[in-house]
């Protein structure tokens, strides 16, 4: 016995097509794999933009970051090199700071501490936003010159208590070796 086609099991006969059933029959497990790689796709494509972005964002960062410590220790270095009375008000302290007058002694101790918070700023941005350990050790000789001076010793010695505990060990490794 024969059997027709449209009485396969399976099968799909003209019948079926002229009543719109053939759209039941198709595979809705392969229409749903299809968007879900659709959807893996999208995200995919949106991780990568996200890690493009997130890169620019973080040279962004660091560079601000470099720019803001350069400003304040250049800002300082200015008014050293622009005033002749600063510079010998700082030149004098960091031979004998008992030689400086008390006004003066108070300028020379906010200069230093402008100095050193600068470095700490920088010390900061170098654990923090990855800024290369060469720009800060390049900045430990300048911390070792100033406070090996007899008012930067005094300075050191009398207001270390005011910068970060991890700071301040920092410095006091720089200056011991």
């Given at each position: ?12 006969g003209?019948?079926d ?5 053939w759209?039941?029959?198709m ?10 790689i ?5 995200v995919?494509?949106?991780?990568i933009?996200l ?8 040279k962004?960062v660091?560079?601000?970051?470099i ?5 304040a ?12 009375e600063?510079?010998e ?34 010390y900061?941005?170098s654990?923090?936003?990855g ?11 300048n ?7 007899n ?5 050191w010695g009398?207001y ?8 301040a ?9």
């Amino acid at each position: 016995m024969s059997q027709r086609k449209a009485d396969m099991p399976g099968a799909v006969g003209y019948s079926d097509f002229n009543n719109n059933n053939w759209k039941s029959n198709m595979n809705w497990d392969a229409i749903g794999a299809i968007g879900e790689i659709v959807g893996a796709v999208a995200v995919l494509v949106t991780l990568i933009y996200l890690s493009v972005q997130i890169r620019q964002n973080t040279k962004a960062v660091r560079s601000t970051a470099i720019d803001s410590s350069i400003t304040a220790l250049s800002a300082i270095r200015d008014r050293i090199l622009s005033d002749k009375e600063i510079a010998e008000m700082y030149v004098l302290g960091s031979e004998d700071p008992d030689a400086l007058d008390k006004a003066d002694l108070t300028r020379f101790r906010m200069l230093l501490t402008n100095t050193l918070f600068a470095m700490m700023n920088l010390y900061e941005n170098s654990k923090d936003t990855g800024i290369s350990e060469a720009f800060w050790a390049n900045q430990k000789a300048n911390i070792r010159r100033v406070l090996a001076t007899n008012g930067g010793k005094w300075f050191w010695g009398e207001y270390r208590h005011e910068f970060e505990d991890e700071f301040a060990k920092v410095v006091d490794q720089i200056i011991e070796s």
